[in-house]
C-alpha cells in the first residue's frame, strides 16, 4: 500500500469537482491549515492575526460542518437522528446554524473554559462533547480517505460512522441547550397548539364581526401583534370556556404563557359575563383601537348598579350560537378612555350549576349583576378597568413571553392568511411577471435573468441544483452588504446559490425541482419572487 503522502498526492481531487467528497477534502484541508497556523502563534506578540485567524477557523469549520450535513443528506437521509426536539427550543435560537456553536461549546467543555454553564452541569456534559469530538476526528478520517480513493461512493464504514456522528451530535445539543434555556416539555408544546387553535378561531370571529379585516391580516399589520392576544382573552374566557384559557383546571395546568395571569383572569371572565351584546362590542372594538378615546355618547349603554339601582340590566351575553342572544351591533364606533377614577373588580362569583349549556346562560342575575356593578360609578369604570386588565394581560405578554407568542401568531398568520389558486400556471412569462409584482428584479439572480427558463425547470421538475458561491469569494451579505463576521455568519440560498445573512434568508421552502422535498432555507428574493405557491405553503403545512 502507497505511504499517505504519496496516495495524497496521486489521487488528490480538482477543485472543480462537484462531487461532495472533493469538497470535503479541500473543506477539510483549509481547516487543518488554519489550525496549523494558530498552533504556531504567539497570540501575545501578534493578538490582531491571532482574532484573523480565529475568524477564519470559525468560517472554514462551518463551511466543513455544511459539507459533512450534505454528505449526510445523501449517504444516509434515511438513517438521520430525529430532529424534532427542535420545536422545543425558543426560536431566537433557530435563525441561525446551531452547528458551529455546538463544536466550539464542545471543545471549550473539554479545556474548562465554558463559562455559560454551571459546574454541575458542565460535568455531565463532558463525556457527551468528548464523544462528539471523537466521533468529528472519525468522520473526517474515513472521509479524507475516501476522498483519496474512491470520492463517488460511500461504503459501510462510512455511513456507520455519518450515523454514530449525527445521533450524538444531536444529543449533545439537545442537552447543551437544555442546560443554557428552558425548553418546553411535550405538554406545554400541546397547550401551545390549543392556543394557537383559539388564536385562528378569534381571528374568524372578528372577521365575522367586522373587528378586523383579509386585508389587515394579508399584510400584517403590526397592531395585530396586540390586537388578536386581546381579543383572544376575550374568546378563551367568555366563547370557548373549555379551551385552553379554561380556568375550571388549576393554573398548573394552563400554558406558562398564560399561567401567570390565572388569578386576573378568573376576575375578566367574572367581568365579562355581566356584559350585555353592546357593552361586550364596544369593548371589543376598543381593543382592536390603536389609541382609546371617550366612549361616552349616544351608542353608550346607560350605567347601573348604584349609579340606577332601580334600572333593570339587559340580558347577559352568553355564546354566539345562544337564540336568546342579542345579535353584535355593527355599527357601535365607540373607544374607551381613561376615567377620572378606577376601582379593582369585585370578588370572584359563584359556580354556575353542572346543567347550564353555556357560561351564565341560564343563571339568574339578580343579585350577582348588581354586586359586580356597585364596584363602579358608571358602565365607562367598568368597561375602562376591563380595557385595562386584558390590555396588561397581552401587553405583558409581549415583554414576558416574546418567542412563544412571536412562533404562536407567526403560525397562526399561516393558517388565516390568504392562499394563492394552486392551480395558477406560473409557467409563462406573464404570470411570471404578474408573480414578481413590486418585488423589483436582483441584476444578479442567476434565476430572473429568465424568467420563463425558470418557471419552465419548475415545471419540468429538473434536479440541476443552482451552483453555490464559494465561501471565500463573499464577504457580506448579498442583499443587505452588511459585512460577515464571527456572529453575522454566512448562509446559502438553496433556490439561487447565493449567500446571505440570517435577516435576509429567514424562509424555508421544499425545492422538489431541485430535489429538496423538505424544506430548505432560501432567501427573502425567492421565497417572494421564484418560488409559486404550493412550495412555499408547504411552510405552514
Known amino acids: 500500500m502507497l505511504p499517505a503522502a504519496l496516495r495524497r498526492w496521486l489521487h488528490r481531487p480538482k477543485r472543480s469537482d462537484p462531487r461532495l467528497l472533493s469538497q ?57 437522528h430525529s430532529r424534532d426536539y427542535l420545536v422545543k427550543f425558543p426560536e431566537e435560537l433557530l435563525v441561525d446554524n446551531l452547528g458551529n456553536h455546538m463544536l466550539f461549546a ?30 468529528l476526528e472519525l468522520v473526517r478520517t474515513v472521509l ?57 378561531e378569534t381571528v374568524e370571529r372578528a372577521l365575522r364581526s367586522g373587528y378586523l379585516t383579509q386585508e389587515m391580516i394579508d399584510g400584517y399589520e403590526p397592531l395585530l401583534m396586540f390586537t388578536i392576544p ?36 378568573k376576575k375578566i371572565r367574572n367581568l365579562l359575563r355581566v356584559l350585555s351584546a353592546e357593552e361586550l362590542c364596544l369593548l371589543e372594538r376598543s381593543l382592536c383601537a390603536a389609541e382609546s378615546e371617550d366612549p361616552r355618547g349616544p351608542a353608550t349603554p346607560p350605567t347601573w348598579g348604584a349609579a340606577m339601582p332601580g334600572a333593570s340590566p339587559p340580558a347577559p351575553w352568553g355564546l354566539l ?39 351564565w346562560l341560564e343563571a339568574p342575575p339578580g343579585a350577582r349583576w348588581s354586586e359586580l356593578r356597585s364596584h363602579y360609578s358608571s358602565t365607562k369604570d367598568m368597561l375602562h378597568t376591563l380595557f385595562v386588565c386584558i390590555s396588561g394581560v397581552a401587553d405583558q405578554l409581549q415583554t414576558n413571553f416574546a418567542s412563544d407568542l412571536r412562533s404562536i401568531l407567526k403560525t397562526v398568520f399561516k393558517i388565516v392568511a390568504s392562499q ?75 433556490s439561487c446559490g447565493k449567500i446571505f445573512c440570517a435577516r435576509c434568508s429567514p424562509h424555508t421552502a421544499a425545492l422538489p425541482h431541485y430535489g429538496h422535498m423538505k424544506p430548505v432555507r432560501v432567501c427573502t428574493h425567492c421565497y417572494a419572487v421564484h418560488l409559486s405557491p404550493a412550495p412555499r405553503r408547504s411552510r405552514s403545512q
Open 106 to 135: 464542545a471543545e471549550c467543555l473539554l479545556a474548562g473554559s465554558f463559562i455559560e454553564v454551571e459546574e454541575a452541569e458542565g460535568a455531565q456534559l463532558r463525556p457527551r462533547a468528548r464523544n462528539l469530538l471523537c466521533s
Open 420 to 494: 394563492g389558486d394552486p392551480s395558477e400556471d406560473l409557467g409563462t412569462s406573464k404570470d411570471s411577471e404578474l408573480l414578481m409584482g413590486d418585488t423589483p428584479r436582483v441584476a444578479d439572480c442567476p434565476l430572473c435573468h429568465s424568467p420563463t427558463e425558470g418557471a419552465g425547470l419548475r415545471r419540468a421538475g429538473a434536479h440541476g441544483r443552482p451552483e453555490w458561491v464559494p465561501d471565500s469569494t463573499c464577504s457580506q451579505c448579498c442583499a443587505c452588504r452588511a459585512p460577515f463576521t464571527l456572529l453575522h455568519r454566512r448562509h446559502h440560498c438553496r
Open 321 to 359: 350560537e345562544a337564540p336568546h342572544t342579542t345579535p353584535l351591533p355593527h355599527t357601535c364606533t365607540g373607544r374607551l378612555g381613561p376615567p377620572d377614577a378606577v376601582e379593582s373588580p369585585g370578588t370572584d362569583s359563584p359556580q354556575p350549576p353542572r346543567s347550564s349549556p353555556g357560561p
Open 230 to 265: 386581546r381579543l383572544a382573552i376575550i374568546s378563551g374566557l367568555l366563547i370557548y370556556p373549555e379551551g385552553p384559557l379554561s380556568l375550571e383546571r388549576g393554573p398548573e395546568q394552563m400554558s406558562r404563557v398564560f399561567s401567570p395571569f390565572y388569578n386576573l383572569l
Open 24 to 80: 470535503f477534502f479541500f473543506a477539510d484541508e483549509r481547516v487543518t491549515r488554519v489550525v496549523a497556523e494558530i498552533n504556531g502563534l504567539d497570540a501575545e506578540l501578534d493578538p490582531q492575526q491571532y482574532l484573523v485567524l480565529l475568524n477564519q477557523l470559525h468560517l472554514s469549520q462551518a463551511h466543513l460542518l455544511a459539507v459533512i450535513e450534505r454528505i449526510m443528506e445523501e449517504c444516509i437521509p434515511t438513517q438521520r
Open 144 to 200: 479524507r480517505e475516501q476522498s483519496l480513493s474512491q470520492p463517488g461512493t460511500y461504503p459501510e464504514p462510512v455511513r456507520a460512522a455519518l450515523v454514530q456522528f449525527d445521533r450524538l451530535f444531536a444529543e449533545f445539543e439537545l442537552s447543551y441547550v437544555s442546560s443554557l434555556v428552558a425548553v418546553k416539555s411535550p405538554e406545554e408544546i400541546y397547550r401551545q397548539q390549543e392556543i394557537i387553535v383559539l388564536f385562528c
